[in-house]
Structure formats: structure tokens, C-alpha cells
């Protein structure tokens, strides 16, 4: 938390920086740690100051902390895909002052940068460790800056009954007095008996403790809320009967959707959404659960910054619906399994180990008081049943929005991440299986890789006469690097133009200035340097296409065992369900034309958007699909892909474009054509 008050001024207006209250070479982020402070209170000689150019910002840092320490500290988004183990090369930065006071390049750090970079000051920001006291200036280039990403919150959301959790009920008191001297309580539960009918329920500590204002200042006149009708969790004075509201989360590794609910009539009153803050700790899950399971702190660490975050989505809500956080009185949170057990603050560490075992699959229900959120004090936070260590309540949620459990035909459901999860319908029973499918298709793996982002490349078509490109990016400003769907649509462009071959290599023989040898392998330069915004040319090179032939065969090799486990082909599926923003985004033909999806006529293809948040919505909204999502988790199918035989021969299959089969070539563009 920042503290702008005077106490915490610099003399430069908005110069704010963090100072260590005491020195120690841990690197946790835990805010008890450190305190607000100013260069004119004086600083210990033992630390450094690391200013950011740009920004007016500056931290004071203690030896052996780094660059992207100091960032970390001051809210600076830099990118750091690889969770700052120097294996990424996108936390790029230019040192402009103060070198000599940080850790010469390292091995690690001059795989990523050439020595001309090196001559200009760059360095990795995880790399750069401090080890004398000075002053450092920091320039955080474009390519390296964590912008405004384009996250989607919108998806398919089918009709239900309206049957939340929490009800309210209006009631009238009768005074105590002398001749009938009863407790507080005790009038309520009996008021409350004689107009639900219900035997005397529980109270809760929170409606206890507003009990004897509320009773008083609504003149005997009360609003109670009821959870599940077995607890009263909230007592208000008056008549507040329409201010009931709910928070449904999709809970994802990259982003968080977040949306405010009126439950008396079902309707989203609010949307926000963010960056997942757990990004700088790595990319992908398996960093995340490496670092939450060093120790207990280091899980508290990944589990405060989330309800950080859902805590300045939820403010944001009731802001924009002008209600207070006092009157949500329920929430729905869906995630895969990692994000789960982090939310919940239950160690992850065996998911990563096989046989990669969730400690509950079941749905939890928790106060809202152990986590920390800021919703209604007595509230409480649902989370639905997970189905296995990488397949988790996220996918519940996508299988109960898009209704694919009732389908009576072959249905497939995709859902495509850094962890992509693989539902299939055979028209009589689900069968799910996860494919880690790697960062590359959300930029992360890529020379030129970025989230979508502002200045990301998301559309690319290339004119198979002069091998021109053009392209389209997210903003419409000047390009800074590529996102998924760019990547995708370049890939599948140089394979249809005849720049790559079915193994995925550049083809040296063509004549044109856009194919050049690069640093060791050969590139294509998809936009000279005077169109950027970075000042350098933005490439594919043969290194891009491998991580995205990698990507593509894992998920089409998921699938295609879950094909077989049901006994289908791909001209039995008659409806393939994408989500997610990859799958929304992405162009199918060009994810058909490398053979990321099975072959599949485009007219059976439906986008649903961000169905896991329309599935936490309806979650949140019925009792009776909570039910439904209890009964698909613990029914469904699980294939763990590891330990089937025919995944691997699938995977290699796979590995070209846009499958082993020759024959299936040609049928791209009839399928295209459909």
C-alpha cells in the first residue's frame, strides 16, 4: 500500500520509493517489510538508489537485491515472464547511470543479450544485482514495459433459474420490556420463524455483533440475510431487501475477471478485470508452485497479492454500481487448481509432483473473514469442485456455460492457455484432460513475444506473390512485439506461402530481403525498425516456429487421445467450443492450418469468450448449479496424458504442419471453405 501523505514526499512532487526497515538479503515482497521513506531523511550508506527514468519513482535497495527487485517495489510493471530466473530475456532494461555498482553480466544474462546490447547498458532486470552502494538509473524500454493488456470478460451465458445462496428477509420486531425482558436474539429468531416457517437457525458473529445498533436505529424494523437458510449472516436496520449483491471471479494465471452480480435479478451491475499480480513470480504454474512451496511465507506472499488485487476489483465494482462492499454478501470463485489452492492458502507443491494430486477436489466454502476479502464481513466465498491437478474449477465452469454436458452429439471444448484444458462430449459421457501447451501461444518463449498488449502484433497476413507482410495490432499504434494470435496467423502464413516446410524450417532459398540469416538461425523480418516503436526490427525466427509447433502438437495430440478413449474422428465432432481470449482472438483458420485443432469445418467452430466467468456468474447465482457442477466433477472422465501410452506418438505426429498425415493436407482448404 502507498502512503502519498507528506510524511512520504520527496522534493521532487510524485518521487516516491520504498526504503527498507531492515537489511537483510530476502527478497519478499511482504508489505510489513518495508516502509515509505525519503532521501532527505538519509538513507543507509550500505544502500543503493535505483531511479527509474520516466516514472519519477526510486527505491532504496540493500546489496544483493535487483533491478527487478526495486521494480517489483515501486508497481513498475516490467516483464518477466520466466518469474525472474533469467531464462526469458524480456526483462530487458537500459542502465544509463551506475554500472559500476551492479554485478557484471553473467553467463546466463549474455545468452540473452549480444555484446552490443551490453555496450549500450542493457541488462536483464532479474540479473542485475546490486552489490555496492550508489546511485542507479534505470530506462525501462518499451518492448520491456507491462502495459494495458486486452483482457476479455464477456462470454456465452445460457438462461437459468434465479436461486442464490443468500436471501433477505424483512422483519418487524416486537420491543422487549420489562414484563418480557428477552435477549435480542431471541426476538429475532422468533420473528424470523414465524414468517419463514423455519425452525430457529444459527447467527453468526458478525450479525451478532450488528444486532443491537441494527434493531435500535431501523426503530425494530430489520433486514437479515440468510446463508444456505441455516445461518443468518448479516442484520442491517431498515428495509434493505433490494441491496443484495455478489462477486463472481474467474480466477485465471494471467488475468482476473471480476464481476459484480445483483442477485434479487440476476444481472452484472459491473465489470472489472486485471493482470493476475502473480505474474512477476513466473509465467507459468509450475514457477508459481515452486515458489509458493519453499515455504509457509512464500505462500502467504502468492496468496496476498491475489486478494490484493480481487480487493481493488472489488472496490472498483461497487464504485461504478455506487454500493458499498458491505452488500456483497456472497462470491463465486472459479480457477485451475493451482490458482485454487494459492487463493484458498493450501500448499500446492504436489500438484507439480507426480501423480500430481489436488489435496481437495470437492467444492469449500470459507468466510471471506479467513481469506481476507472485503465483502460483508459474514459473507462467505464459494469455490466449485475441481476434477484433478491440472484440470480445475475453471473448466467446470466453461462445461456448465457452454452446456456442453447436454449435448446428445460429439462436442469438443477447447480452452487454450499456457495450460490448456481439453473437455470432450461423445454424446453419452465427459472426458477432460489438461496439455501444457507452454507460454508461447500468450507470447511468452518468443524473440519478439508479448502479451496482447498495446503495440502487439494480433493479425498478420503475408501476399504470397512478394512475401510482403501486413498486419494488424492491438491499439492500432506502432508495433512492439507479437502476441499469440499474431504468431499464429505468421506462422501459418509462411507455411501457406511456402516459406516453411511441413517440419516447420525456413526455406533459405527465397529471394527476398525479409528472410536473413539471424543470430544463428535463420529470421523473418516481419516489420523493419522505422515502423516500431522500439527501434529494432521485429522478427519470427526458426526458434518461434519450434516453441509454436510444440504448442500446437500438444493440443492437438490432447485431443486426439480423448478422441480415441471415446472411439470418435475428427468428422464425428459436430461442435467445437473455443475459449478464452487466445481462443476467441486467435483466426481458426490459421490454428487449422497448422494443425493446432483437429479438422473440423469452420461452420461447427462457436467462440464463447471468457466462459469460465460466465460459468462463476451462473455458480453464483443458482443453488441448483452448484448441484450440476458437483455432479459433472465428480462424473467426468480424466485422462492424465503422462501416463497414456499413445500421447507421445500422437505428440510427435503432431509436430508437423500440420500433421504426419500427408494426406490430410490438402483437405485444409476444403475445410476452410466450409
Not at 515509505?36 to 519519477?56: C, I, N, P, W
Not at 520466466?82 to 551506475?98: P, W
Request: net charge neutral.
Amino acid at each position: 500500500m502507498l502512503c502519498y501523505g507528506p510524511c512520504c514526499r520527496s522534493q521532487t512532487p510524485e518521487e516516491w520509493y520504498f526504503r527498507p526497515s531492515h537489511r537483510d538479503s530476502d527478497q519478499s515482497l511482504h508489505p510489513s517489510k518495508f516502509q515509505l521513506g525519503a532521501a532527505q531523511h538519509g538513507e543507509s550508506m550500505t544502500d543503493s538508489v535505483v531511479t527509474f527514468k520516466g516514472y519519477r519513482k526510486r527505491a532504496v535497495m540493500p546489496n544483493g537485491s535487483n533491478i527487478l527487485d526495486a521494480a517489483g517495489r515501486l508497481e513498475i510493471g516490467i516483464s518477466s515472464p520466466c518469474g525472474g530466473r533469467g531464462l526469458c530475456g524480456k526483462c530487458r532494461v537500459i542502465v544509463e547511470d551506475g554500472l559500476q555498482n551492479l554485478r557484471s553480466a553473467s553467463p546466463i544474462e549474455l545468452t540473452s543479450l549480444c555484446q552490443d546490447d551490453v555496450k549500450k547498458g542493457y541488462r536483464l532486470a532479474c540479473c542485475a544485482t546490486i552489490t555496492r552502494p550508489g546511485n542507479i538509473v534505470v530506462h525501462v524500454p518499451p518492448e520491456s514495459s507491462i502495459k494495458q493488456q486486452r483482457l476479455l470478460v464477456a462470454g456465452i451465458e445460457p438462461p437459468i433459474q434465479l436461486n442464490p445462496p443468500v436471501h433477505k428477509h424483512v422483519l418487524r420486531l416486537k420491543p422487549t420490556t420489562l414484563a418480557s425482558p428477552r435477549s435480542d436474539v431471541e426476538i429475532l429468531l422468533d420473528a424470523l420463524s414465524s414468517q419463514t416457517g423455519q425452525e430457529p437457525m444459527a447467527i453468526g458473529h458478525n450479525a451478532l455483533t450488528q444486532l443491537p445498533v441494527a434493531i435500535r436505529d431501523g426503530n425494530w424494523i430489520v433486514t437479515v440475510t440468510l446463508h444456505q437458510n441455516r445461518e443468518i449472516i448479516s442484520v442491517e436496520p431498515g428495509n434493505k431487501e433490494n441491496r443484495l449483491y455478489g462477486l463472481a471471479v474467474d480466477l485465471g494465471s494471467t488475468k482476473i475477471a471480476a464481476y459484480l452480480v445483483n442477485l434479487n435479478q440476476g444481472k452484472i451491475v459491473a465489470t472489472a478485470s486485471s493482470e493476475n499480480p502473480q505474474i512477476p513470480f513466473g509465467a507459468d504454474i509450475i514457477s508459481r508452485i515452486s515458489h509458493a512451496s519453499k515455504d509457509e511465507k512464500s505462500l502467504q506472499q502468492l496468496h496476498g497479492v491475489i486478494v490484493a488485487a480481487l480487493n481493488r476489483l472489488l472496490r472498483d465494482l461497487c464504485v461504478e454500481a455506487e454500493i458499498s462492499p458491505s452488500e456483497v454478501f456472497d462470491a463465486a470463485v472459479v480457477g485451475n487448481t493451482a490458482m485454487h489452492h494459492i487463493f484458498l492458502r493450501i500448499n500446492p507443491k504436489f500438484l507439480a509432483l507426480s501423480p500430481y494430486p489436488p489435496v481437495v477436489r470437492s467444492s469449500v466454502n470459507v468466510p471471506v473473514r479467513e481469506l481476507g476479502l472485503k465483502a460483508s464481513p459474514g459473507s462467505y466465498v464459494y469455490s466449485p469442485p475441481a476434477v484433478a491437478g491440472f484440470v480445475g474449477a475453471d473448466a467446470v465452469a466453461d462445461i456448465i456455460a457452454t452446456e456442453i454436458y447436454k449435448s446428445e452429439s460429439p462436442a469438443l471444448l477447447i480452452d487454450v492457455g499456457t495450460n490448456t484444458e481439453i473437455v470432450m462430449n461423445d454424446g453419452h459421457r465427459l472426458m477432460a484432460c489438461s496439455c501444457a501447451s507452454g507460454p508461447a501461444l500468450e507470447g511468452g518463449g518468443i524473440e519478439h513475444g508479448m502479451r496482447a498488449e498495446t503495440g502487439a502484433i494480433e493479425q498478420v497476413y503475408v501476399d504470397a506473390e512478394n512475401l510482403e507482410p501486413g498486419y494488424k495490432t492491438v491499439g492500432g499504434g506502432a508495433a512492439r512485439g507479437i502476441c499469440g494470435s499474431g504468431i499464429v496467423d505468421t506462422v501459418a502464413s509462411m507455411l501457406k506461402c511456402g516459406m516453411i516446410d511441413r517440419n516447420g524450417r525456413i526455406a533459405s532459398s527465397l529471394k527476398t530481403p525479409r528472410i536473413r540469416p539471424g543470430f544463428k538461425q535463420l529470421e523473418y523480418v516481419l516489420v523493419w525498425k522505422a515502423e516500431t516503436s522500439t527501434g529494432h526490427d521485429i522478427v519470427v525466427n526458426q526458434h518461434d516456429i519450434q516453441a509454436i509447433q510444440l504448442a500446437k502438437a500438444a493440443i492437438y495430440a490432447g485431443t486426439a487421445v480423448l478422441m480415441a478413449h471415446l472411439s470418435l474422428k475428427s468428422r464425428d465432432i459436430e461442435k467445437m467450443f473455443l475459449a478464452g481470449a487466445f481462443g476467441t482472438y486467435v483466426d481458426p483458420r490459421s490454428a487449422l492450418m497448422i494443425g493446432m485443432y483437429p479438422d473440423i469445418p469452420l461452420n461447427r467452430v462457436q467462440f464463447v469468450g471468457n466462459s469460465a466467468g460466465s460459468g462463476a456468474r451462473m455458480i453464483l447465482l443458482s443453488k441448483e448449479i452448484r448441484m450440476k457442477a458437483e455432479r459433472i466433477a465428480r462424473d467426468i472422465g480424466y485422462v492424465e496424458l503422462g501416463a497414456d501410452p499413445s500421447f507421445q506418438r500422437e505428440f510427435t505426429n503432431a509436430l508437423y504442419f500440420p500433421h504426419r498425415e500427408i494426406s490430410l493436407f490438402p483437405t485444409v482448404d476444403e475445410l476452410l471453405a466450409k
